[in-house]
């Protein structure tokens, strides 16, 4: 009976550190969310018109709906983006000023805002 006792407290305490180190590993084990931006330019309008799509699914008309959207997203998400090398007409983010504020903005939202070059 003294033997068990005496095994009772190394027990609980290896029984604890496990479980820490368990639910430390449970809350690191979910990636952040990825996503991809396009931007659509809508022909049959006049003046063009451009929107922003987020993972093919969901569409901005602006740079400010856009941002609120992003503003929900999970801190550590990505955007990836690919603007490629088509300049038409009032392209929304084709300025490199306009592109810096975004990029701040995203830094500030802690969303990894990814450039992808077109080459």
Same mark, same amino acid.
């Given at each position: ?25 449970? @809350? ?9 931006? +396009? ?6 309008? &006049?003046?063009? $018109? ?25 801190? @550590? ?9 088509? +300049? ?6 084709? &300025?490199?000023? $306009? ?21």
């Amino acid at each position: 009976m003294k033997m068990a006792r005496s095994l009772l407290w190394p027990c609980a305490i290896l029984l604890f550190i496990v479980l820490s180190a368990r639910a430390q590993e449970i @809350g690191q084990s979910a990636p952040a969310p990825k996503y991809r931006m +396009e931007l659509v330019y809508i022909v049959d309008t &006049s003046p063009h $018109e451009y929107v922003f799509v987020i993972s093919g699914s969901i569409g901005f008309k602006s740079v400010d709906s856009l941002k609120e959207y992003l503003g929900g997203l999970p801190p @550590g998400s990505t955007l990836e983006w690919a603007p490629g090398c088509v +300049e038409m007409g009032n392209r929304p983010l084709s &300025s490199e000023r $306009e592109i810096e504020d975004f990029k701040a903005f995203c830094a500030e939202k802690n969303i990894n805002f990814i450039v992808i070059p077109s080459g």
